[in-house]
């Protein structure tokens, strides 16, 4: 398990669908999420076709691309706008609700994007906490508790 103290000062984070958390990037470091988010899909995914992802793309875009992966990917905005954003992706694995259920964010408040859908310019979510005051276990249990049909791999 990841350190609260690495998790809380990392950029992005990604759960892979093993529920391995890998934190990239540090908040007052001056490189973009998406950068990071790109260097990490060249190591992790050599085969997949990239050219199109770019700085400017959108972070729902990028949500997408790793809910198409199976993977978590959370923005840590909180020096930002004080909220941080979680991507799901369509289908969670028992591992990574085990560790979303044993992540610890201190008292960072959370957004959950999920069951993305394409719109005319782009893709949209589903949204839990853009109110600002959820925690990620507050976040988490509404999630579960309007998304019950969630099935699991």
Do not use: W
């Not at 350190?3 to 809380?8: A, D, L, R």
């Not at 490189?31 to 700085?55: A, C, F, Q, R």
């Not at 959950?112 to 959820?134: A, F, Q, T």
Request: proline share 2%.
């Amino acid at each position: 398990m990841i350190c609260i103290e690495k998790i809380i000062d990392s950029k992005v984070l990604i759960i892979d669908k093993m529920g391995v958390i890998h934190a990239l990037g540090r908040v007052n470091n001056s490189k973009y999420h998406v950068k990071l988010l790109l260097d990490y899909l060249k190591g992790n995914y050599p085969s997949l076709d990239i050219t199109k992802l770019k700085i400017g793309s959108s972070r729902n875009y990028y949500g997408y691309i790793f809910g198409r992966l199976g993977n978590i990917i959370y923005f840590n905005d909180v020096n930002i706008n004080g909220t941080g954003m979680f991507y799901f992706p369509d289908n969670l694995t028992e591992k990574q609700i085990n560790t979303l259920n044993n992540l610890d964010l201190g008292n960072i408040k959370v957004a959950i994007c999920y069951s993305p859908y394409k719109v005319k310019n782009g893709i949209e979510y589903r949204m839990i906490g853009l109110d600002g005051e959820h925690s990620l276990k507050e976040a988490i249990d509404e999630f579960m508790y309007k998304e019950s049909r969630i099935r699991r791999r």
